[in-house]
């Protein structure tokens, strides 16, 4: 079974841009969570995907969005780009029938300059 | 005070000796509590699932719960320099849909 992949696998941007994420997950999981990862913060949960539908949601802010198509691939999307959003943004892949285990994809490194 | 906390490391065993990993968590309605290692440069990867109290045991690892003091714990017997890892304690409460990760603490086995 194919793990989850998740690109590009980085990225450099500058103040104000945009970005779009991809991420699919392990063939038959219906779940996709994203998570950002900073030295500072750890490990931060963005929002989950579970059949095209946000589930739930972190504390972050509206910039910050994500979709899920059909097939169950998701993208997230970070609006207006600060210089604090440079990160390892990690997607992962769950069943989505009850198990909260999570299978992380290689990541995102992103960069704002 | 952090919905999961750990020791905050880092931690330097030898090789051969136990090393210990300790963790604390907030939400007693959490069910389901699991161990991550995540090697530096790469992203986490699940190494133990605990959901009722006691010890569950897989090779090296164990790992312990206590539900009653909201503490959950990792042993690693014979420890090996390829455990040289940071480990993240994550809980998950079933109805939220997430895990809530800890900081993480960085484990340095020597040979």
């Given at each position: 079974?194919?793990g989850?992949?998740?690109?590009?696998r980085?990225?450099i941007k500058?103040?104000?841009q945009?970005v779009?994420?991809s991420c699919?997950p392990?063939s038959?999981?219906r779940?996709?969570?994203?998570?950002?990862q900073t030295p500072?913060?750890?490990?931060?949960?963005l929002?989950?995907y579970?059949?095209?539908t946000?589930?739930n949601?972190?504390?972050?802010?509206?910039?910050?969005s994500?979709?899920?198509?059909?097939n169950?691939?998701s993208e997230?999307n970070?609006s207006?780009?600060?210089?604090g959003d440079s990160a390892l943004y990690?997607?992962a892949?769950?069943s989505?029938?009850?198990?909260?285990k999570?299978?992380?994809g290689s990541?995102t490194?992103?960069s704002?300059? | 005070?952090?919905e999961?906390?750990?020791?905050?490391?880092?931690?330097?065993?030898?090789e051969g000796?136990?090393a210990s990993l300790?963790?604390?968590?907030s939400?007693r309605?959490?069910?389901?509590?699991?161990w991550?290692?995540?090697?530096s440069?790469k992203s986490?990867?699940l190494i133990?699932?605990?959901?009722?109290?006691?010890d569950k045991?897989d090779?090296?690892?164990?790992?312990?719960?206590?539900?009653?003091?909201?503490y959950?714990?990792?042993l690693?017997r014979?420890?090996?320099?390829s455990d040289?890892?940071t480990?993240?304690?994550?809980?998950?409460?079933t109805?939220a849909?997430k895990s809530?990760?800890g900081?993480?603490?960085t484990?340095?086995?020597?040979?």
């Amino acid at each position: 079974k194919a793990g989850v992949t998740q690109t590009p696998r980085y990225l450099i941007k500058t103040r104000g841009q945009q970005v779009t994420l991809s991420c699919s997950p392990i063939s038959g999981h219906r779940s996709v969570s994203w998570y950002q990862q900073t030295p500072g913060q750890g490990l931060q949960f963005l929002f989950e995907y579970f059949s095209e539908t946000q589930r739930n949601k972190g504390n972050f802010p509206g910039r910050f969005s994500g979709r899920q198509f059909s097939n169950s691939r998701s993208e997230m999307n970070v609006s207006t780009l600060e210089l604090g959003d440079s990160a390892l943004y990690l997607c992962a892949s769950k069943s989505g029938t009850g198990s909260e285990k999570l299978f992380f994809g290689s990541g995102t490194q992103l960069s704002v300059l | 005070q952090k919905e999961v906390e750990q020791n905050s490391g880092p931690l330097s065993v030898p090789e051969g000796a136990i090393a210990s990993l300790n963790c604390t968590y907030s939400d007693r309605v959490s069910q389901s509590f699991f161990w991550y290692r995540q090697y530096s440069g790469k992203s986490p990867e699940l190494i133990m699932s605990i959901y009722s109290n006691g010890d569950k045991e897989d090779g090296r690892f164990t790992a312990q719960l206590n539900k009653a003091s909201q503490y959950v714990s990792l042993l690693i017997r014979d420890s090996q320099p390829s455990d040289s890892a940071t480990y993240l304690c994550a809980v998950s409460n079933t109805n939220a849909g997430k895990s809530t990760f800890g900081d993480g603490t960085t484990l340095t086995v020597k040979p």
